[in-house]
């Protein structure tokens, strides 16, 4: 039952690397800018996104799924969900709007088609413990792509309508890319971390796309996506904070 071996809690103890303090900045930025094109907005907390960085590179090459909950006495402060919420903001959409997302927990790993199985009559038994019966469910859920863009396959479509929160994908560039080589022939909408600063010195000229950060398992990051959608098919606005609630 490979689940058992998988499920672990993510550690608190987290430092957020400088070179993702200034690329969560320009992420937010342009969720700043593009809030009209969002009918919500979830809060993540940095040091969180910065653990499943280290963590999605460690499971490679498998992908994994986190379950990801929010904080309860961590509510967004009201300026700023007014600063990012666009025309069209819509309240109660999703369980754990308006809530800081911080605490995650590592529930699979496997390829593209297996992550999303969770066999809910093991997990319910074997978080109960920690969770107690009635949160055996997390709120929201993220997996990764590595060495792909964050953009929602069918299946991830499928997997998320069980979700009460959002669904979030973590895609990853990185080498060296053992066997999984980048694969970018998806449509839809991305959302980079890389600025287009960094994409251009990429540029036509050079080998290899620039090095945006540098993992701890030795991998250099070319680019990190990430993206939330709600299970009726529209995109979630993301903005990523501090310890003490604060956009980056
Ligand atoms: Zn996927």
């Given at each position: 039952?490979?689940?058992?071996?998988?499920?672990?809690?993510?550690?608190?103890?987290?430092?957020?690397?400088?070179?993702?303090?200034?690329?969560?900045?320009?992420?937010?930025?342009?969720?700043?800018?593009?809030?009209?094109?969002?009918?919500?907005?979830?809060?993540?907390?940095?040091?969180?996104?910065?653990?499943?960085?280290?963590?999605?590179?460690?499971?490679?090459?498998?992908?994994?799924?986190?379950?990801?909950?929010?904080?309860?006495?961590?509510?967004?402060?009201?300026?700023?969900?007014?600063?990012?919420?666009?025309?069209?903001?819509?309240?109660?959409?999703?369980?754990?709007?308006?809530?800081?997302?911080?605490?995650?927990?590592?529930?699979?790993?496997?390829?593209s088609y297996?992550?999303?199985?969770?066999?809910?009559?093991?997990?319910?038994?074997?978080?109960?413990?920690?969770?107690?019966?009635?949160?055996?469910?997390?709120?929201?859920?993220?997996?990764?792509?590595?060495?792909?863009?964050?953009?929602?396959?069918?299946?991830?479509?499928?997997?998320?309508?069980?979700?009460?929160?959002?669904?979030?994908?973590?895609?990853?560039?990185?080498?060296?890319?053992?066997?999984?080589p980048w694969?970018?022939?998806?449509?839809?909408?991305?959302?980079?971390?890389?600025?287009?600063?960094?994409?251009?010195?990429?540029?036509?000229?050079?080998?290899?796309?620039p090095v945006?950060?540098?993992?701890?398992?030795?991998?250099?990051?070319?680019?990190?996506?990430?993206?939330?959608?709600?299970?009726?098919?529209?995109?979630?606005?993301?903005?990523?904070?501090?310890?003490?609630?604060?956009?980056?």
């Amino acid at each position: 039952m490979r689940i058992f071996e998988v499920i672990r809690a993510l550690t608190s103890n987290r430092m957020v690397e400088e070179w993702l303090v200034d690329l969560m900045r320009g992420y937010n930025n342009t969720s700043l800018q593009s809030k009209n094109d969002y009918a919500a907005v979830v809060f993540m907390d940095g040091k969180l996104l910065n653990q499943l960085i280290l963590d999605g590179l460690k499971a490679l090459p498998d992908e994994i799924l986190v379950g990801l909950d929010y904080n309860s006495e961590r509510e967004i402060h009201d300026s700023f969900l007014t600063e990012f919420a666009g025309n069209e903001y819509a309240d109660n959409l999703f369980a754990g709007q308006k809530y800081i997302i911080d605490e995650a927990m590592i529930v699979n790993r496997g390829d593209s088609y297996s992550v999303h199985h969770l066999p809910e009559d093991w997990t319910d038994d074997m978080f109960s413990a920690t969770r107690g019966s009635r949160r055996s469910r997390f709120t929201h859920f993220l997996h990764t792509h590595p060495n792909a863009p964050a953009i929602p396959s069918h299946a991830d479509a499928d997997a998320a309508q069980e979700t009460p929160g959002v669904d979030m994908i973590l895609g990853l560039r990185f080498s060296p890319e053992g066997p999984l080589p980048w694969f970018d022939d998806v449509e839809g909408r991305r959302r980079s971390f890389a600025d287009a600063e960094a994409k251009t010195k990429g540029g036509l000229f050079s080998r290899r796309p620039p090095v945006i950060g540098r993992a701890p398992t030795g991998h250099f990051i070319h680019d990190i996506q990430l993206i939330a959608f709600h299970k009726r098919g529209f995109g979630i606005n993301i903005v990523l904070v501090d310890e003490n609630g604060i956009p980056y």
